[in-house]
């Protein structure tokens, strides 16, 4: 439970593969049209129930009276780079990493020219090996100095500069990417398929391992690289091999569900572990408890669904559709696009 901060680490690979399988090829050229398009797609996936879950914290912190300032802040989504934890960690604490989800977005399309001239297996693996050696002299400096005793409130300490700093987490980012330009690369052959299964299983069981290793927790090494190195491989590895157990168990209907609804999960668990008083178990070990705590998962469960279902998807549809180029040429009368509706 301890080790959950893991997840933003892995979460921010992901972001970097699936960005750069979808986009990488239409944002090769960075024709203005093309990042007009990529950016109001991220924009719309993102921030309309961002900025509705962080609207109902603030309004109720409003109503009980408690400060709202710096709420401006969480609105442009730029809480991250601040180095008082109390102001990152504001409002929905968790929304600090949407904030570094948008810098890394914005990254992107300056990203490519560079990762364009990898054409090669062996360049891909040299340029993530690269990657990995910066991240690891970053963590490994601030061990030796000292300064990964610091506690997280100082702006010094290695919690704001590898765990929630957007610039550093530039290399989780850059892993992902190379990790799908691998994929792209060796896609169909057989002997990466061979290789793919059995580094998934090894891959999933490195980071449970890391995970419940107690002596690792809010170490340096945790708070990026450690799970940033078997989360790239576990993420190529599904990809390269999909039809291994691990894959085919992810690509279930209900998985799929999951995964769909995992960002309204992600924005609505902190404030609703508030609201229904969830952590209980840790203190009062009895099957009652536990028993809760799975009804309490059950209803913040549910409660993402239905807002990805009622918010989340009808919204990044329509901002889509309403800032797309073609509507705003209709709208001042111009020319009607060809594959536009009637």
């Not at 969480?74 to 604490?93: E, G, K, M, R, T």
């Not at 157990?245 to 668990?269: D, I, K, N, Q, T």
């Not at 889509?320 to 020319?335: E, H, I, N, V, Y």
Request: proline residues 6%; positive net charge.
């Amino acid at each position: 439970m301890a080790s959950g901060y893991s997840g933003v680490t892995i979460f921010f690979v992901l972001s970097g593969f699936v960005l750069s399988f979808n986009y990488f090829d239409e944002l090769r050229s960075l024709r203005p049209r093309n990042l007009y398009d990529y950016f109001v797609a991220r924009f719309a996936r993102l921030y309309p129930l961002y900025v509705l879950v962080l609207l109902y914290v603030v309004v109720r912190q409003h109503a009980l009276g408690e400060g709202i300032d710096g709420w401006w802040r969480n609105a442009l989504a730029i809480q991250a780079w601040d180095p008082n934890v109390a102001h990152a960690y504001s409002f929905d604490a968790p929304a600090w990493s949407i904030g570094v989800e948008f810098f890394l977005y914005a990254c992107f399309p300056l990203l490519i020219p560079l990762f364009a001239r990898l054409r090669k297996p062996r360049s891909v693996l040299l340029a993530a090996a690269a990657v990995v050696v910066a991240m690891a002299a970053l963590a490994a400096w601030f061990v030796l100095s000292g300064r990964a005793d610091l506690p997280l409130t100082n702006p010094g300490s290695a919690h704001r500069w590898l765990y929630r700093t957007p610039l550093t987490r530039l290399g989780d980012f850059a892993l992902g990417i190379l990790a799908a330009r691998l994929f792209v690369l060796t896609r169909g052959e057989e002997r990466v398929a061979r290789i793919g299964r059995p580094l998934a299983w090894a891959a999933a069981l490195a980071i449970v391992a890391l995970m419940a290793w107690p002596a690792l927790i809010y170490t340096a090494w945790s708070l990026d690289l450690s799970y940033a190195l078997p989360a790239v491989l576990l993420i190529f590895a599904l990809a390269a091999a999909p039809a291994s157990l691990p894959a085919r168990a992810l690509s279930l209907p209900a998985m799929v569900l999951l995964g769909e609804a995992s960002y309204a999960f992600y924005l609505v668990h902190s404030p609703a572990i508030g609201l229904l008083g969830a952590g209980g178990w840790a203190r009062a070990m009895s099957p009652t408890a536990l028993v809760l705590e799975f009804l309490t998962l059950g209803a913040v469960v549910a409660l993402a669904i239905g807002l990805h279902f009622s918010v989340e998807r009808p919204a990044r549809v329509r901002l889509r559709r309403w800032l797309s180029l073609s509507t705003f040429r209709r709208a001042s009368g111009g020319p009607r696009s060809p594959s536009a509706p009637a």
